[in-house]
Protein backbone atom coordinates (compact mmCIF):
# COMPACT_ATOMS: atom_id res chain seq x y z
CA UNK A 1 0.00 0.00 0.00
CA UNK A 2 1.86 3.53 -0.80
CA UNK A 3 0.21 6.35 0.89
CA UNK A 4 0.95 10.06 0.06
CA UNK A 5 -0.07 13.61 1.36
CA UNK A 6 1.58 17.22 0.71
CA UNK A 7 1.53 20.26 2.62
CA UNK A 8 2.44 23.74 0.92
CA UNK A 9 5.04 25.88 2.65
CA UNK A 10 3.23 28.99 2.34
CA UNK A 11 3.69 30.02 5.99
CA UNK A 12 4.33 28.60 9.44
CA UNK A 13 2.49 25.18 10.24
CA UNK A 14 -0.64 25.12 12.57
CA UNK A 15 -2.51 22.82 14.53
CA UNK A 16 -5.26 22.13 12.33
CA UNK A 17 -2.30 20.76 9.78
CA UNK A 18 -1.20 18.52 12.38
CA UNK A 19 -4.27 16.97 13.35
CA UNK A 20 -6.29 17.07 10.10
CA UNK A 21 -3.08 15.79 7.80
CA UNK A 22 0.17 15.62 9.98
CA UNK A 23 -0.80 13.36 12.96
CA UNK A 24 -2.65 10.51 10.56
CA UNK A 25 0.03 11.14 7.99
CA UNK A 26 2.88 10.14 10.72
CA UNK A 27 0.21 7.18 12.15
CA UNK A 28 0.07 5.72 8.53
CA UNK A 29 4.13 5.62 7.79
CA UNK A 30 3.79 2.34 9.47
CA UNK A 31 1.44 1.06 7.25
CA UNK A 32 3.10 1.02 3.93
CA UNK A 33 5.45 3.08 1.76
CA UNK A 34 5.09 6.42 3.14
CA UNK A 35 6.06 9.39 0.46
CA UNK A 36 5.06 12.73 1.73
CA UNK A 37 6.51 16.08 -0.12
CA UNK A 38 6.43 19.63 0.45
CA UNK A 39 4.57 21.35 -2.43
CA UNK A 40 6.41 24.12 -3.16
CA UNK A 41 5.20 24.74 -6.97
CA UNK A 42 1.82 25.08 -5.64
CA UNK A 43 2.88 27.82 -2.45
CA UNK A 44 3.81 29.63 -5.79
CA UNK A 45 0.22 30.57 -6.54
CA UNK A 46 0.46 32.74 -3.45
CA UNK A 47 4.11 33.19 -2.48
CA UNK A 48 6.22 35.40 -4.65
CA UNK A 49 9.36 35.57 -2.02
CA UNK A 50 12.46 33.16 -3.27
CA UNK A 51 13.66 33.67 -0.13
CA UNK A 52 10.43 33.12 1.94
CA UNK A 53 9.83 30.50 -0.12
CA UNK A 54 13.14 28.43 0.37
CA UNK A 55 13.15 28.95 4.20
CA UNK A 56 9.42 27.84 4.66
CA UNK A 57 9.91 24.80 2.38
CA UNK A 58 12.86 23.72 5.09
CA UNK A 59 11.06 25.13 8.06
CA UNK A 60 8.11 22.70 7.26
CA UNK A 61 10.53 19.61 7.05
CA UNK A 62 11.93 20.57 10.05
CA UNK A 63 8.45 20.64 11.64
CA UNK A 64 7.16 17.77 10.36
CA UNK A 65 10.18 15.86 11.45
CA UNK A 66 9.64 17.29 14.87
CA UNK A 67 6.37 16.10 15.15
CA UNK A 68 7.32 12.50 14.50
CA UNK A 69 7.63 11.73 10.81
CA UNK A 70 10.36 8.79 10.62
CA UNK A 71 12.91 9.39 7.19
CA UNK A 72 13.82 5.37 7.66
CA UNK A 73 10.19 4.91 6.88
CA UNK A 74 8.36 8.01 5.07
CA UNK A 75 10.11 9.71 1.85
CA UNK A 76 10.30 13.64 2.82
CA UNK A 77 10.90 15.88 0.02
CA UNK A 78 10.28 18.48 -2.14
CA UNK A 79 7.62 18.92 -4.82
CA UNK A 80 9.97 20.27 -7.10
CA UNK A 81 12.63 17.87 -6.39
CA UNK A 82 10.47 15.86 -8.94
CA UNK A 83 10.05 18.00 -11.73
CA UNK A 84 8.66 15.21 -13.59
CA UNK A 85 4.79 16.13 -11.98
CA UNK A 86 5.26 19.37 -14.02
CA UNK A 87 5.29 17.07 -17.26
CA UNK A 88 2.36 15.18 -15.93
CA UNK A 89 0.41 17.78 -15.20
CA UNK A 90 0.65 19.13 -18.57
CA UNK A 91 -0.71 15.87 -19.81
CA UNK A 92 -3.52 15.17 -17.41
CA UNK A 93 -4.60 19.24 -18.19
CA UNK A 94 -5.33 18.14 -21.99
CA UNK A 95 -7.49 15.72 -20.61
CA UNK A 96 -9.41 17.55 -18.02
CA UNK A 97 -13.01 19.32 -18.87
CA UNK A 98 -13.00 22.80 -17.90
CA UNK A 99 -16.12 22.63 -15.97
CA UNK A 100 -14.36 20.39 -13.47
CA UNK A 101 -11.89 23.26 -12.81
CA UNK A 102 -14.54 25.87 -12.62
CA UNK A 103 -16.55 23.89 -10.25
CA UNK A 104 -13.81 23.61 -7.37
CA UNK A 105 -14.98 25.91 -4.28
CA UNK A 106 -10.69 26.24 -3.13
CA UNK A 107 -10.54 28.33 -6.28
CA UNK A 108 -13.71 30.39 -6.23
CA UNK A 109 -13.12 31.25 -2.53
CA UNK A 110 -9.23 32.17 -3.32
CA UNK A 111 -11.13 34.64 -5.71
CA UNK A 112 -13.54 35.61 -3.41
CA UNK A 113 -10.62 36.95 -1.06
CA UNK A 114 -8.91 39.06 -3.01
CA UNK A 115 -6.22 36.62 -5.00
CA UNK A 116 -5.81 37.30 -9.26
CA UNK A 117 -7.02 34.59 -11.38
CA UNK A 118 -3.79 33.28 -12.57
CA UNK A 119 -3.53 30.30 -14.68
CA UNK A 120 -2.02 28.33 -11.90
CA UNK A 121 -4.27 29.20 -9.54
CA UNK A 122 -7.12 27.71 -11.75
CA UNK A 123 -5.00 24.48 -12.71
CA UNK A 124 -4.01 23.55 -9.03
CA UNK A 125 -5.75 20.26 -8.68
CA UNK A 126 -4.22 19.47 -11.89
CA UNK A 127 -0.77 19.66 -10.48
CA UNK A 128 -2.01 18.01 -7.17
CA UNK A 129 -3.81 14.96 -9.51
CA UNK A 130 -0.25 14.67 -10.80
CA UNK A 131 1.46 14.61 -7.62
CA UNK A 132 -0.79 11.90 -6.75
CA UNK A 133 -1.23 9.40 -9.46
CA UNK A 134 2.75 9.67 -10.49
CA UNK A 135 3.52 7.57 -7.39
CA UNK A 136 0.65 5.33 -7.95
CA UNK A 137 -0.83 5.78 -4.41
CA UNK A 138 -3.36 4.22 -3.11
CA UNK A 139 -4.34 6.15 0.15
CA UNK A 140 -4.30 10.43 0.68
CA UNK A 141 -4.74 11.73 4.42
CA UNK A 142 -6.04 15.27 4.20
CA UNK A 143 -8.73 17.17 5.89
CA UNK A 144 -11.71 18.00 4.78
CA UNK A 145 -11.20 20.84 2.64
CA UNK A 146 -8.82 18.60 -0.20
CA UNK A 147 -12.26 16.48 -0.51
CA UNK A 148 -13.32 17.88 -3.24
CA UNK A 149 -9.67 17.70 -4.81
CA UNK A 150 -9.38 13.87 -4.24
CA UNK A 151 -12.89 13.44 -6.51
CA UNK A 152 -11.00 15.86 -9.49
CA UNK A 153 -8.17 13.83 -9.02
CA UNK A 154 -10.25 10.58 -9.16
CA UNK A 155 -12.55 11.78 -12.15
CA UNK A 156 -9.08 12.95 -14.11
CA UNK A 157 -7.81 9.40 -13.39
CA UNK A 158 -10.63 7.83 -15.03
CA UNK A 159 -10.77 10.08 -18.22
CA UNK A 160 -7.09 9.27 -19.00
CA UNK A 161 -7.81 5.49 -18.45
CA UNK A 162 -10.85 5.54 -20.67
CA UNK A 163 -8.73 7.62 -23.25
CA UNK A 164 -5.62 5.56 -23.18
CA UNK A 165 -5.87 2.27 -21.36
CA UNK A 166 -5.45 1.36 -17.94
CA UNK A 167 -3.01 3.89 -16.64
CA UNK A 168 -3.74 4.91 -13.53
CA UNK A 169 -5.26 3.39 -9.97
CA UNK A 170 -8.07 5.57 -8.46
CA UNK A 171 -6.40 6.55 -5.30
CA UNK A 172 -8.73 6.56 -1.82
CA UNK A 173 -8.72 9.92 0.44
CA UNK A 174 -8.35 9.17 4.00
CA UNK A 175 -10.26 11.59 5.99
CA UNK A 176 -10.83 11.49 9.90
CA UNK A 177 -13.83 12.42 11.13
CA UNK A 178 -12.94 13.88 14.56
CA UNK A 179 -10.10 16.08 12.90
CA UNK A 180 -11.71 16.73 9.19
CA UNK A 181 -12.43 20.58 10.37
CA UNK A 182 -9.99 22.04 13.27
CA UNK A 183 -11.80 25.36 13.87
CA UNK A 184 -9.61 28.25 14.56
CA UNK A 185 -9.89 31.42 16.99
CA UNK A 186 -12.34 32.28 14.88
CA UNK A 187 -14.81 29.04 14.83
CA UNK A 188 -14.34 28.83 11.84
CA UNK A 189 -11.66 26.63 9.78
CA UNK A 190 -8.57 27.10 11.28
CA UNK A 191 -6.77 28.73 7.95
CA UNK A 192 -3.94 30.72 7.70
CA UNK A 193 -5.83 32.78 4.82
CA UNK A 194 -8.18 33.05 7.87
CA UNK A 195 -5.53 34.65 10.16
CA UNK A 196 -7.50 32.45 12.58
CA UNK A 197 -4.33 30.06 13.42
CA UNK A 198 -2.30 28.50 16.87
CA UNK A 199 1.01 27.68 15.32
CA UNK A 200 2.28 24.28 16.10
CA UNK A 201 5.91 25.74 17.13
CA UNK A 202 4.77 29.72 18.05
CA UNK A 203 6.54 31.05 20.50
CA UNK A 204 4.83 30.53 24.35
CA UNK A 205 3.77 33.95 24.85
CA UNK A 206 2.23 34.39 21.35
CA UNK A 207 0.40 30.66 21.50
CA UNK A 208 -0.82 31.79 24.54
CA UNK A 209 -2.53 35.08 23.16
CA UNK A 210 -3.46 33.67 20.84
CA UNK A 211 -5.90 30.50 22.51
CA UNK A 212 -7.04 32.97 24.90
CA UNK A 213 -8.05 35.06 21.70
CA UNK A 214 -10.44 32.45 20.51
CA UNK A 215 -13.91 34.49 20.00
CA UNK A 216 -16.75 33.43 22.72
CA UNK A 217 -20.48 33.88 23.10
CA UNK A 218 -21.57 36.25 25.96
CA UNK A 219 -23.18 33.41 28.16
CA UNK A 220 -22.75 34.64 31.59
CA UNK A 221 -20.04 33.05 33.91
CA UNK A 222 -22.88 31.16 35.69
CA UNK A 223 -24.71 30.10 32.62
CA UNK A 224 -24.70 26.22 31.59
CA UNK A 225 -22.88 26.37 28.44
CA UNK A 226 -22.41 24.36 24.98
CA UNK A 227 -19.41 22.36 24.79
CA UNK A 228 -19.98 20.41 21.75
CA UNK A 229 -20.18 24.42 19.60
CA UNK A 230 -17.25 25.41 21.36
CA UNK A 231 -14.05 26.26 19.57
CA UNK A 232 -12.30 25.99 22.96
CA UNK A 233 -13.75 22.51 24.03
CA UNK A 234 -13.31 21.22 20.20
CA UNK A 235 -9.41 22.23 20.36
CA UNK A 236 -9.22 21.09 23.70
CA UNK A 237 -10.87 17.17 23.20
CA UNK A 238 -7.45 17.08 20.70
CA UNK A 239 -5.04 17.62 23.25
CA UNK A 240 -6.70 16.22 26.57
CA UNK A 241 -7.30 12.79 27.88
CA UNK A 242 -10.52 11.14 27.96
CA UNK A 243 -11.03 12.15 31.88
CA UNK A 244 -9.73 16.07 31.13
CA UNK A 245 -12.38 16.14 28.71
CA UNK A 246 -14.57 14.76 30.30
CA UNK A 247 -13.86 17.02 33.51
CA UNK A 248 -14.59 20.10 31.22
CA UNK A 249 -17.46 19.18 29.48
CA UNK A 250 -19.65 18.81 32.48
CA UNK A 251 -18.05 21.82 33.81
CA UNK A 252 -19.64 23.75 30.64
CA UNK A 253 -22.80 21.89 31.29
CA UNK A 254 -23.02 23.06 34.95
CA UNK A 255 -22.04 26.86 34.86
CA UNK A 256 -20.17 28.47 37.21
CA UNK A 257 -16.72 28.31 34.69
CA UNK A 258 -16.33 31.13 32.75
CA UNK A 259 -14.43 31.31 29.24
CA UNK A 260 -11.41 32.14 30.34
CA UNK A 261 -10.46 29.63 32.60
CA UNK A 262 -10.99 27.03 29.48
CA UNK A 263 -9.02 28.97 27.71
CA UNK A 264 -5.91 28.69 30.29
CA UNK A 265 -6.78 25.07 30.64
CA UNK A 266 -6.72 24.60 26.96
CA UNK A 267 -3.26 26.51 26.36
CA UNK A 268 -1.59 24.96 29.24
CA UNK A 269 -2.97 21.18 27.59
CA UNK A 270 -1.73 22.51 23.99
CA UNK A 271 1.67 23.50 25.58
CA UNK A 272 2.23 20.41 27.25
CA UNK A 273 0.98 18.29 24.29
CA UNK A 274 3.56 20.09 21.96
CA UNK A 275 6.26 19.96 23.97
CA UNK A 276 8.23 16.25 22.96
CA UNK A 277 8.08 17.36 19.71
CA UNK A 278 9.83 21.10 20.78
CA UNK A 279 12.24 18.93 22.16
CA UNK A 280 13.09 16.69 19.34
CA UNK A 281 13.08 19.97 16.86
CA UNK A 282 15.74 21.58 18.82
CA UNK A 283 17.70 18.29 18.58
CA UNK A 284 17.43 18.47 14.68
CA UNK A 285 18.20 22.10 14.52
CA UNK A 286 21.26 20.82 16.33
CA UNK A 287 22.48 18.98 13.65
CA UNK A 288 23.21 21.48 10.85
CA UNK A 289 22.49 19.20 7.57
CA UNK A 290 20.43 16.56 8.72
CA UNK A 291 17.40 18.06 6.75
CA UNK A 292 18.97 18.29 3.48
CA UNK A 293 20.01 14.88 3.72
CA UNK A 294 16.41 14.29 4.75
CA UNK A 295 15.00 15.73 1.51
CA UNK A 296 17.99 14.18 -1.01
CA UNK A 297 16.76 10.63 0.31
CA UNK A 298 13.23 11.24 -0.39
CA UNK A 299 13.65 12.98 -3.28
CA UNK A 300 15.62 9.86 -4.87
CA UNK A 301 13.08 7.53 -3.60
CA UNK A 302 10.24 9.30 -5.01
CA UNK A 303 12.20 9.99 -8.09
CA UNK A 304 12.46 6.47 -9.03
CA UNK A 305 8.70 5.86 -8.36
CA UNK A 306 8.12 8.87 -11.21
CA UNK A 307 10.65 7.86 -13.43
CA UNK A 308 8.89 4.24 -14.24
CA UNK A 309 5.28 5.75 -13.89
CA UNK A 310 6.46 8.42 -16.24
CA UNK A 311 7.87 6.04 -18.49
CA UNK A 312 4.52 4.29 -18.63
CA UNK A 313 2.55 7.00 -19.07
CA UNK A 314 4.75 8.63 -21.89
CA UNK A 315 4.54 5.16 -23.51
CA UNK A 316 0.28 5.58 -23.01
CA UNK A 317 0.12 8.42 -25.11
CA UNK A 318 2.52 8.47 -27.67
CA UNK A 319 5.07 11.16 -27.05
P1 LIG B 1 -2.48 22.66 2.85
O1 LIG B 1 -1.04 23.02 2.80
O2 LIG B 1 -3.48 23.79 2.82
O3 LIG B 1 -2.80 21.82 4.14
C1 LIG B 1 -2.07 20.64 4.45
C2 LIG B 1 -3.00 19.62 5.07
O4 LIG B 1 -3.57 20.12 6.27
C3 LIG B 1 -4.98 19.95 6.22
N1 LIG B 1 -5.63 21.05 6.96
C4 LIG B 1 -6.61 20.89 7.86
N2 LIG B 1 -7.22 19.78 8.32
C5 LIG B 1 -8.18 19.95 9.27
N3 LIG B 1 -8.54 21.16 9.77
C6 LIG B 1 -7.95 22.30 9.33
N4 LIG B 1 -8.31 23.47 9.84
C7 LIG B 1 -6.94 22.18 8.32
N5 LIG B 1 -6.15 23.09 7.67
C8 LIG B 1 -5.36 22.37 6.84
C9 LIG B 1 -5.35 20.00 4.75
O5 LIG B 1 -6.58 19.39 4.49
C10 LIG B 1 -4.18 19.26 4.13
O6 LIG B 1 -4.40 17.87 4.16
N6 LIG B 1 -3.46 21.24 -1.84
C11 LIG B 1 -2.87 20.81 -0.58
C12 LIG B 1 -1.41 20.37 -0.71
C13 LIG B 1 -1.20 19.33 -1.76
C14 LIG B 1 -1.58 17.95 -1.66
C15 LIG B 1 -1.15 17.35 -2.88
C16 LIG B 1 -2.20 17.18 -0.67
C17 LIG B 1 -0.61 19.50 -2.96
N7 LIG B 1 -0.59 18.34 -3.64
C18 LIG B 1 -1.37 15.98 -3.13
C19 LIG B 1 -2.41 15.81 -0.93
C20 LIG B 1 -1.99 15.24 -2.13
C21 LIG B 1 -2.93 21.96 0.41
O7 LIG B 1 -2.96 23.10 0.03
O8 LIG B 1 -2.83 21.60 1.70
Known sequence: MRILS??????????????????????????????????DYHALTSLRDPGALRENSRRVALDFL??????????????????????????LGTVT?????????SYKDKLARGAAASAGLFTYPVLMAADILIYDSDIVPVGRDQKQHLEVTRDIAIKMNETFGDLFKLP????????EVVPG????????????TIEIFGAEKETRKRVMS????????????DAASSAIFQLYSLVASTEEKEVMAAEFRRGGTGYGDFKKRLFESLWRYFAPMRERRAAILAQPNYIDGVLARGAERANA???????????????
Request: aromatic share 6%; net charge negative.
Open 185 to 196: TDAQKMSKSYRN
Open 214 to 225: IVTDSTPIDAPK
Open 305 to 319: IADKVMARVRDAVGV
Open 172 to 179: EPRIHAET
Open 97 to 105: PMGLLERCH
Open 66 to 91: ACGLDPDRAALFLQSDVPQVTELAWI
Open 6 to 39: GIQPSGALHIGNYFGMMKPAIALQAEGEALYFIA
